[in-house]
C-alpha cells in the first residue's frame, strides 16, 4: 500500500506529460473521449462510401445518415436502369454499412425544410453534404416548355419508381418516333427502355405501370442526337455495346459521319475509350441490315446536328419536331478540345416525344456557397470554401462529396475514390484538432439530431422502416417473377415503412 502511494505522483505525473503531449496535437483529455459525431446528407453512392470510409478509418466515429426519401440508396434505386441488376448489387455492401451499430439512417428528412444547415453543423463536429444532383440543365431554347419534353432524369424516376415522377405518364401512345438529345450513358438507358422487348424487361424492378405502358407504347424509331461527332460520343463502349446488340432493332448511322479528320485521330490516340466506341459504331454502321423484317424498331445516331428549337404539333401545345442546325468541329484555342459550332444549315425532325439527356444539376442549399456555373460546391479536396474566389476561407467542419463535389460525371464506382479523398480531409482535421475543440464539446450528434426532429414533429424513417418496404417490395415481386415490385408514392412508402 505504502509502495502504491509512493508511485501515485510519478503517475499522475506521466499523465500531465500524456496531457501536454495530446494538447501540442490538436487534443485534449475530452475530446479524445468524445466520440465523432458526423452527419451525411444523402444516402446515395457517395453517401454511403463516405459513412463505410469514416466507420473504418475513426473508431470513434458516429455516422448518421439523413436523405429527404423514405428509402436510401439514391441513385442505385431510382438512377440505374432496371436491366441492370448487377450494378445493384453495390446495396449488400451499402446494408452492411448501415447496420453498424455506429450507424444510422434517418430517411424522410429534407435539408432546408425539417433541418437547416446551421442546425446541423451546431449539432455535429462535421457535416458532409452528399445529396448529388437532382435537378436537370436546361437548354433555354424556343419551345423547350411542349408537352411531350422531359428530361431523361424524369423519364428514369418515371420508369424506377421514384415518388416524385410516379405521375409523369409520358405519352408513348400517340408517336412513333421519339428524339433523345445526348449521347451520354444516360441518353442510350433512355433509348434502351423505350427500343428493348417487353418479355425482357418483364423480370426486372422495372415499375408496372412502366412496363404497361411500354407494351402499349407505339413508338418504332428512336433518334440519339449529338453536336458533335462518333469519336466524341460520350458514352463508355460496355453501355454502347449492349444497346447496339438489342433484339429486333436495326441500327442506323449514316457513313458520312465516320470520315474522321487528322484531330479526331489524334484524340483516339489519346484515348482508348473514344477509339473502341467509334470502333462499334464503325462495325455496326457496316453490318448486314434485315430489310425483310417489318416488325424492326428503329435506332438512328444522328452526328453533328444541335438543337435549335422545338416546334409544336397542329395541336399547338405538344412536341411535333425539333429543328436542329449541322454543326461542324472547330478547335479550341485554349482546351484544344473539339467544340461544335453551327453552318447555318437546318433541319426538322419529327416527333412526338423529347428525352433531354444533357446533364443533372445540383442544387444550392441556403447559407452554402455555390457555383452556379458548373452546379458545384466549392471546395478544397472536400473542404468546403467560402466562395469561390482565390481569397476564399474553408468553412470549419463542412465537407461536400459526390456530384455536388465534382459534377454530375463517373459511374457508381467513381464516388468511392471521391469519398476517399473527402474522408481523409475529415481524419486530417480532425487529427489536427480542428473538428473536436474543447469549445465543441457539447455537440450532441445523434440525441441532437432526434431532439431536433421530434420537436419538429419530422415522421423520419430508420434503417428498420426501409427493411419493411424492402420486404412488402420484395414480396409483392415474388408473385410477378420480378425482383421486387416498388412502392412508387410518398404516402405507399411512408405507410409501409410503420407497418
Known amino acids: 500500500m505504502a509502495r502504491d502511494l509512493r508511485l501515485l505522483p510519478r503517475a499522475v505525473g506521466r499523465l500531465r506529460s500524456l496531457l501536454a503531449l495530446g494538447a501540442t496535437r490538436g487534443f485534449s483529455a475530452a475530446a479524445a473521449a468524445e466520440p465523432l459525431h458526423v452527419c451525411v446528407v444523402g444516402s446515395g453512392p457517395a453517401g454511403f462510401y463516405t459513412a463505410d470510409r469514416l466507420l473504418k478509418g475513426h473508431e470513434g466515429a458516429q455516422v448518421d445518415i439523413i436523405d429527404r426519401l423514405p428509402t436510401p440508396f439514391g441513385l442505385v434505386r431510382s438512377g440505374v436502369a432496371p436491366d441492370h441488376p448487377e450494378t445493384k448489387i453495390v446495396v449488400n455492401q451499402f446494408s452492411r454499412v448501415a447496420a453498424n451499430g455506429r450507424c444510422s439512417f434517418f430517411g424522410n428528412v429534407t435539408l432546408g425544410r425539417d433541418i437547416s444547415l446551421s442546425e446541423l453543423r451546431e449539432t455535429y463536429h462535421a457535416v458532409v453534404l452528399a445529396y448529388g444532383a437532382e435537378s436537370d440543365r436546361s437548354l433555354g431554347i424556343p419551345g423547350e416548355d411542349l408537352k411531350g419534353i422531359h428530361s431523361a432524369r424524369e423519364f428514369v424516376w418515371w420508369y424506377n419508381g421514384h415518388p416524385d415522377m410516379c405521375n409523369l405518364s409520358p405519352d408513348l401512345k400517340n408517336t412513333e418516333s421519339a428524339v433523345v438529345l445526348g449521347q451520354g450513358n444516360v441518353a442510350l438507358d433512355v433509348a434502351r427502355i423505350l427500343l428493348r422487348c417487353k418479355s425482357e424487361l418483364a423480370t426486372t424492378d422495372i415499375t408496372e405501370y412502366a412496363l404497361d ?248 424513417v430508420p434503417f428498420s422502416g426501409w427493411e419493411k418496404i424492402d420486404s412488402k417490395e420484395k414480396t409483392a415481386g415474388q408473385l410477378r417473377n420480378k425482383p421486387r415490385e416498388k412502392i412508387t408514392t410518398w404516402d405507399g412508402l411512408q405507410r409501409a415503412a410503420n407497418e
Open 213 to 460: 405502358a411500354l407494351h402499349d407504347s407505339r413508338i418504332r424509331k428512336v433518334y440519339l442526337v449529338g453536336r458533335r461527332g462518333p469519336v466524341q460520343a460520350a458514352c463508355t463502349a460496355k453501355e454502347l455495346r449492349e444497346i447496339l446488340g438489342l433484339k429486333n432493332v436495326r441500327v442506323c448511322i449514316k457513313e458520312a459521319d465516320l470520315v474522321t479528320s487528322p484531330a479526331d485521330e489524334e484524340e483516339m490516340r489519346n484515348s482508348r475509350i473514344q477509339r473502341r466506341v467509334y470502333e462499334l459504331l464503325s462495325k455496326a454502321a457496316s453490318a448486314p441490315k434485315d430489310i425483310n423484317c417489318n416488325d424492326q424498331k428503329e435506332l438512328h445516331f444522328v452526328f453533328f446536328r444541335r438543337p435549335i428549337r422545338f416546334i409544336p404539333s397542329e395541336n399547338g401545345s405538344t412536341v411535333g419536331a425539333v429543328e436542329l442546325e449541322k454543326t461542324t468541329l472547330k478547335g479550341d484555342e485554349v482546351t484544344g478540345r473539339q467544340l461544335a459550332v453551327g453552318t447555318g444549315e437546318f433541319e426538322d425532325l419529327k416527333c412526338g416525344l423529347v428525352l433531354k439527356s444533357i446533364g443533372y444539376r445540383s442544387l444550392p442549399v441556403q447559407g452554402l456557397a455555390f457555383d452556379k456555373n458548373r452546379g458545384v460546391v466549392p471546395n478544397l479536396r472536400g473542404k468546403v470554401l467560402s466562395s469561390e474566389s482565390e481569397t476564399a476561407t474553408v468553412e470549419t467542419g463542412l465537407y461536400v462529396v459526390g456530384w455536388l463535389k465534382r459534377g454530375p460525371t463517373g459511374i457508381v464506382a467513381t464516388n468511392l475514390h471521391c469519398a476517399e479523398e473527402t474522408v481523409a480531409s475529415i481524419l486530417e482535421d480532425d487529427t489536427k484538432g480542428v473538428l473536436r475543440a474543447p469549445s465543441d464539446l457539447k455537440k450532441h450528434g445523434r440525441a441532437g439530431l432526434v431532439e431536433i426532429l421530434e420537436q419538429k414533429n419530422v415522421r423520419f
